[in-house]
Nanobody, 124 residues
């Protein structure tokens, strides 16, 4: 499985940005896709996940109400819609896929495949 994340950039606080994660290769083994972010000097943080087959989603309280994850199975693409962005959302965002059961897994070690990351900078 190969993942490519893109869509990052510089955005002003309060605005929105949508990231995309394109999956290729053996996508049939994907059970779930998650988005993580990592700011300089900080741990990698989980921000959303989606069940590849059913589309069920999970978003932690830290970003609930602002971040939405969705999918387009025809395009093998997962999206992360980020609204009301804050300076503290500045980070490199990664998409990751797991081939084991259950889509709510918040630790990065539970994901087997990773994209290269796309940088999001929110200016205040």
């Amino acid at each position: 499985v190969q993942l490519q994340a893109f869509g990052g950039g510089l955005v002003q606080a309060g605005n929105s940005l949508t990231l995309s994660c394109a999956a290729s290769g053996r996508t049939s083994i994907i059970v779930a896709v998650g988005w993580f972010r990592q700011a300089p000097g900080k741990e990698r943080e989980f921000v959303a996940s989606i069940d590849w087959s059913t589309g069920r989603t999970y978003v932690p309280d830290s970003v609930k109400g602002r971040f939405t994850i969705s999918r387009d199975n025809a395009k093998n693409t997962i999206y992360l819609q980020m609204n009301s962005l804050k300076a503290e959302d500045t980070a490199v965002y990664y998409c990751a896929a797991r081939s084991s059961s259950y889509f709510i897994r918040t630790h990065y070690r539970k994901y087997n495949y990773w994209g290269q990351g796309t940088e999001v900078t929110v200016s205040s």
